[in-house]
């Protein structure tokens, strides 16, 4: 069975963005056992529109449209569909009503382009779209399947989660593949590598690892491939023994499964330990807290945060001293300890992650240059410090940062009983 | 003169790695004035990729291909092409001669491998890869132009810039193509294309509109396509014009062009009039600080936040009175309000956002469903509010939230006269 995925928009055409919706949809549908085989942009004409389902039909089971779906004038995916398909547009209440009670609970009035948006093709399924105003459409064909969804990501994502693809796979099951990963932080891809060598050079038939590294943690994603005698079961018992040998091997590195993530897994260990805890940034300026709120309930552990971006708020809200300031600078261990000493103190909580350092491009001197950034972790009794020395890009020294404060504040809670300080490396 | 890209690579198809190639790719042509109709991606396939030769050939004037030359990837492009035009292979000692010199550099040895790679389809111009070892190739046939070369990147753009965009353009001309994008806030994609559908139904021909939404600010992007005889001076006018009509008709609604964002936007103008600012965050948790903070130089009118997420804090770092909780809840007019004063006073700044609310999934009552957003925005002076009623997704009410924040902040800046409260509808 293969898929022909069609991203619809001028704007990817001359480069203004990039196509990342047709990446994340080759990646879930590989992983639920589906082949892609084209991947096609074409601009926001009716014609190229009408033309590439035309190509595509004839090598591809099935389509998937995204983009070119929602109330403006150069949306004309809906009129394309129609016309390769050759039946007429009605007007569908139930879209309408469901616009309408979307723009009432805003206090907003629809208009007369939402009505037009409300015309479907005569022959559409409408696909539930809880993300947005325009529904996803399925359209069978001749034995084929054309599907289209609006190019939003997080609409398009939710309706191939909810909608598209459990319908392909009652529609044509997948030879079982067996996915699981596990998520490590605080070490490279090749470390890992080096680490798990033994496993991976004795992983049974049709076992295979891949690394995903992103930034500071590394996700291993071991998969089974079915060769059509084997169960779900017995392919998902292959792939937990080996998933089993590689978290022993790897020990603390690994923090999670699956969709996992570093913010998620310091929140559950606060939680089963009854613990707070309270964030004190300089030049994440308020990443590390933003992430740990992008976690439902994590109010249960979290108590908030000061972003000490000017050296007064680090003085007033924080207590460092002002003596401190002047002899080792905002950027240094002294600052950031102090930084978590008043954390921890001023807002009553277990633990607090400090850090402050220069993010750049530019702020640098010789003698801290551009990328020096200084961690702490601790609680009333211990303050465990990190020096990183990064590149010069703003933005990923933030992510990185980001992540490694997670991942300190991880390890803390998880050997709390260490009172060595700069365990990590 | 239409151009199809067509990358090659089972990787991308599997979504394992994004193709940025392309999006490169569009964006220089199109500034030289070409027009990209069409993108493809294509498997690691023999018949995959003549298949889509054959069928682009049929509507683009010029095919490049990237992806699948080179040692190790067997070559099959090269393949593909020879197929397709139907000639055979040579051996290319200069290609050889190339490969060798730039071995012994290494001080290594060619092996097989790259003996056959060595061999290129009869009816090629070579294009010297000056990055690598694999070349690119130019061939003409009847009347079209393909082009193929490696799919790594550096090697990629340096034969499109050398090579590549030069030859077309002494070939073709260029038909000159020009773009502009302004961006908006705090309006809906259909809203304004109600406000502008005067200007859109009378723009000059060749010009065109795009609308390109995303949570919280639109985009709309005027392009103008030369009909051969304009200049891009003429070009430029026609979009110019248009551009200042749609600015003149969508007032303060418009906040910058190109690549900017709501962050920079606002932070531009503190800086312009010599403002700091700092933020009390509950819900969205540090993220509208952590934005603003990704500016490089922020630190000038950025002094730093709370991230008040607990109401022991919003009382203890933002004096919210006990009272005011008590009776309003901490979802309410009354507590941003207070925040806002309290984040001005204790922070020393000229301005501050505030923002609490019930981001979700949980936490929603009958009175204060999820999505019950309060925002505001004031100096020592004046504080306006507003009230967000959101939907259930943590993640989209947060950076919508956000947006609308930043917007706030900025509008407040741009009006500070309105002294008149909750200006906003």
Chains 1, 2 share one sequence.
């Not at 004409?45 to 099935?62: M, P, Q, Y």
């Not at 009505?115 to 064909?141: C, D, I």
């Amino acid at each position: 069975m293969n898929i022909h995925i069609i991203t619809i928009g001028d704007e990817i055409l001359i480069g203004q963005i990039v196509d990342t919706n047709s990446a994340w949809m080759g990646q879930q549908l590989n992983l639920s056992g589906f082949r892609v085989t084209a991947i096609k942009t074409v601009g926001d004409e009716l014609e190229a529109i009408t033309g590439n389902i035309r190509t595509s039909i004839k090598d591809a089971d099935v389509i998937l449209l995204t983009g070119g779906l929602g109330a403006t004038k150069d949306d004309i995916t809906k009129k394309a569909i129609a016309e390769f398909l050759g039946v007429g547009m009605y007007f569908d209440q139930d879209v309408y009503d469901r616009i309408c009670y979307f723009f009432n609970k805003l206090g907003r009035k629809p208009n007369e382009a939402h009505r037009l948006q409300s015309y479907m093709p005569e022959t559409v399924q409408l696909l539930t779209n809880k993300m947005g105003t325009a529904p996803g459409m399925w359209f069978e064909h001749e034995g084929k399947i054309l599907v289209s969804m609006p190019g939003v990501p997080y609409e398009m994502k939710y309706l191939m989660g909810a909608e598209v693809i459990p319908r392909l796979k009652s529609k044509f099951g997948t030879k079982a593949i067996v996915h699981h990963t596990i998520i490590t932080a605080g070490h490279g891809e090749t470390a890992l590598a080096l680490r798990i060598e033994k496993i991976e050079s004795s992983l049974p038939e049709g076992v295979k690892i891949a690394y995903l590294p992103n930034l500071g943690t590394v996700r291993i994603r071991v998969s089974a491939y079915g060769n059509g005698n084997e169960t779900e079961e017995e392919l998902n018992d292959k792939v937990g023994a080996v998933v089993d040998e590689i978290k022993k091997e790897l020990g603390d590195a690994v923090f999670g499964e699956g969709e996992d993530n570093l913010s998620l897994s310091l929140g559950r260990m606060l939680l089963e330990r009854n613990m707070t805890m309270a964030t004190a940034e300089s030049c994440t300026g308020g990443n590390i807290a933003a992430r740990i709120v992008q976690n439902p309930g994590s109010s249960a552990y979290f108590k908030g945060g000061v972003v000490a971006y000017s050296n007064a708020l680090k003085m007033g809200s924080l207590n460092v001293k002002e003596s401190t300031l002047r002899a080792n600078g905002a950027v240094s261990e002294a600052t950031v300890r102090e930084m978590v000493q008043g954390a921890v103190g001023n807002l009553g909580v277990d633990l607090a992650i400090a850090v402050s350092g220069i993010a750049g491009p530019g702020g640098g001197t010789p003698d801290k240059p551009v990328g020096t950034i200084w961690l702490a972790v601790g609680d009333k009794e211990q303050v465990r410090t990190r020096l990183l020395k990064l590149g010069k890009d703003r933005l990923k020294n933030i992510e990185y940062t980001t992540k490694q404060a997670l991942n300190m504040a991880r390890l803390f809670v998880l050997h709390p009983s260490k009172n060595k300080e700069n365990i990590l490396e």
